[in-house]
């Protein structure tokens, strides 16, 4: 089972700023099995990049995904305040799909 | 457009199996590399895998509750339904199904399901 960790647990910053959210395997996942999800309270996961790069559909381009084998990065840019939520991880290289335990994006 | 529903209890007992439905729309499960998948998210805590069902029936599960999960589709009345047995407080979570294009693109709004007697 590939373990994903989620760093830093909790990121405090403030609108307009730029948010670095890293993600961690533990195995080679390639370029490929990578995606990130964005999650307010009170709902459902939205899918942001898949891909390990590529932003899913109406997606701003201030978020943006990059990395490859085992370290990954989520940037969002221009940080404006509906960005602040909590961030999940997610590979599905190999079964079982595994998810990090999430980063937390707070306003500063 | 895509859109998934969960429908089922929300209060079950501890040791009573607990039957899930999800209901979606704007896709269809028998279209080739489509998936729906079940992911559960304890009050506060981090996503979980469950299970995925494909286009061509192959079944997925998460290995520490595969002993507890079915996951079946019916493609004509578009449904996924997943059965976990044995339920307990721990399983409090809510729950949601998504539709897997390799990744979760569309997600239900999710069901609390709360494990008390």
């Known amino acids: 089972e590939i373990m994903l960790t989620q760093s830093p647990g909790t990121l405090s910053l403030s609108p307009g700023e730029e948010a670095t959210l890293s993600c961690r395997a533990s195995q080679n996942i390639g370029s490929s099995y990578l995606v990130w999800y964005q999650q307010k309270p009170g709902q459902a996961p939205r899918l942001l990049i898949f891909g390990a790069s590529s932003r899913a559909t109406g997606i701003p381009d201030r978020f943006s995904g990059s990395g490859s084998g085992t370290d990954f990065t989520l940037t969002i840019t221009r940080l404006e305040p509906e960005d602040f939520a909590v961030y999940y991880c997610?590979?599905?290289?190999?079964?079982?799909?595994?998810f990090g335990q999430g980063t937390r994006l707070e306003i500063k | 457009q895509i859109a998934l529903k969960e429908s089922g209890p929300t209060l079950v007992k501890p040791t009573q199996t607990l039957t899930l439905t999800c209901t979606f729309s704007?896709?269809?499960?028998?279209?080739?590399?489509?998936?729906v998948g079940w992911i559960r998210q304890p009050p506060g805590k981090a996503l979980e895998w469950l299970a995925l069902?494909?286009?061509?029936?192959?079944?997925r599960y998460s290995p520490s509750l595969k002993s507890r999960l079915t996951i079946t589709k019916d493609t004509s009345k578009n449904q996924v339904v997943l059965t976990m047995t044995n339920m307990d407080p721990v399983d409090t979570a809510t729950y949601y199904c998504a539709r897997c294009v390799r990744h979760f693109d569309y997600w239900g709004q999710g069901a609390l399901v709360t494990v008390s007697a």
């Open positions: 704007g896709f269809s499960l028998s279209t080739s590399g489509v998936g």
């Open positions: 997610q590979q599905y290289e190999s079964s079982p799909i595994t």
């Open positions: 069902i494909y286009w061509d029936d192959d079944q």
